[in-house]
């Protein structure tokens, strides 16, 4: 009696202590993912059971994360990515990391209207969420892509509003004043550019926004100015040649100017000596 008491207890503990098969096909799937079994590895995850709770939407987000990376095979991360974005994005983290890492593909893949889709929807469902500065910073890189520049200084203006501390600012602000010029607008972007190497003379940007304002300001015909500005960053910019290009390719401009505008002064001379 006492012994079949005993089996009995002893297969309700056995029982108690068999895990459950989601998170058994966690496991699994985590055992071929440190092996390196890629594909096996991808399937896996992406097939995790409903009893896996939590664990499904992370499966779902992995399996992309695979396909994109150690497998290099963009076309089935979109199609994964986009999978676990339309199912967890609501509900789950990795949903909404889906979304985001959709919009990345996008900007990879060369498709900026595709990525600015991706972003600007993982911004609507999580106006606060742990990507929102990267996808405002990566939209605005798309926007300016396409040409619509107001637009990604809308979205960099946005980022630098709400995120004050963030470590891309001073690279926020250089890429605003870049819109400006690349929109022809001489004026805001030598005001832009200047801010920037105002606001941060120690950082790294500082050298290609003087640079910038350079190249505005030969645009506007203050040679002078320019070439001041090319000298002082002649040993700091990251392309020193291409300083001492500007440099030369300026001098040689400003030269011709000089020796068109005294002709034309020896001819308008003639031309009253005679009357």
């Not at 664990?55 to 290099?72: N, Q, S, T």
């Not at 300016?144 to 001073?170: D, M, N």
Request: aromatic share 10%; with cysteine; hydrophobic share 35%.
């Amino acid at each position: 009696m006492r012994l079949a008491l005993f089996l009995v207890g002893a297969g309700l503990v056995l029982g108690a202590c068999k895990e459950d098969p989601g998170t058994v096909a966690v496991r699994e799937a985590d055992r071929l993912y440190r092996e390196q079994s890629w594909e096996a590895a991808a399937v896996a995850y992406a097939a995790l059971p409903e009893t896996s709770g939590d664990w499904k939407g992370y499966g779902a987000w992995r399996a992309g994360v695979i396909y994109r990376d150690p497998l290099g095979d963009p076309r089935r991360a979109t199609l994964q990515f986009t999978l676990c974005a339309r199912e967890y994005a609501e509900t789950s983290t990795w949903g909404y990391t889906c979304l985001v890492e959709l919009g990345d593909l996008a900007r990879d893949e060369g498709n900026p209207r595709g990525a600015i889709d991706s972003y600007r929807k993982s911004l609507e469902l999580r106006p606060s969420g742990q990507w929102s500065e990267h996808c405002l910073f990566e939209s605005g890189r798309a926007y300016q892509e396409i040409g619509e520049y107001e637009q990604s200084r809308k979205e960099w203006t946005e980022l630098l509003s709400r995120f004050e501390r963030s470590t891309r600012a001073a690279v926020v602000m250089l890429a605003i004043a870049r819109s400006f010029d690349l929109q022809g607008q001489g004026k805001e972007a030598r005001r832009a550019f200047r801010a920037v190497h105002r606001t941060y003379p120690k950082h790294s940007v500082a050298p290609l926004a003087i640079f910038g304002e350079a190249e505005v300001l030969e645009q506007m015909g203050e040679f002078e100015t320019a070439l001041k500005l090319y000298e002082k960053v002649q040993t700091s910019h990251p392309n020193p040649q291409v300083v001492t290009q500007k440099m030369d390719a300026l001098r040689e401009r400003r030269q011709r100017r000089d020796v068109d505008t005294g002709a034309g002064e020896v001819r308008d001379s003639g031309r009253k000596y005679r009357r």
